[in-house]
């Protein structure tokens, strides 16, 4: 069983920048964000292989988000830079088999955390 536990969310304004972490616990191999935005379906927003090597994103936020991981601390990080109002959502991390946009291939999720960008 694989928990995961996502942090560094927040209220940012516009332009700002934040850090969001994953740490999980039980061993894991890709990794995901997804979103979801009030009112909307849960969306990819990037996701890792377990090497690192391999590195997906979401047309969206392409160029201003960067996903990486530390497996020495079991964490997943979402470097989120240029926020607009558009990226507020409840962020989730996910692990799974493969590493790809598709929700349904992950296996493990986390509880979420709140991002709100201010305009």
């Known amino acids: 069983q694989v928990q995961l536990v996502e942090s560094g969310g927040g209220l940012v304004q516009a332009g700002g920048s934040l850090v969001l972490s994953c740490a999980a616990s039980g061993r894991t191999f890709s990794m995901g964000w997804f979103r979801q935005a009030p009112g909307k379906e849960r969306e990819f927003v990037a996701a890792i292989s377990w090497s690192g090597g391999r590195t997906y994103y979401a047309d969206s936020v392409k160029g201003r988000f960067t996903i990486s991981r530390d497996n020495a601390k079991n964490t997943v990080y979402l470097q989120m830079n240029s926020l607009n109002p558009e990226d507020t959502a409840v962020y989730y991390c996910?692990?799974?088999?493969?590493?790809?946009?598709?929700?349904?291939?992950?296996?493990?999720w986390g509880q979420g955390t709140q991002v709100t960008v201010s305009s």
């Open positions: 996910a692990a799974g088999p493969l590493t790809t946009w598709a929700a349904r291939e992950y296996d493990y």
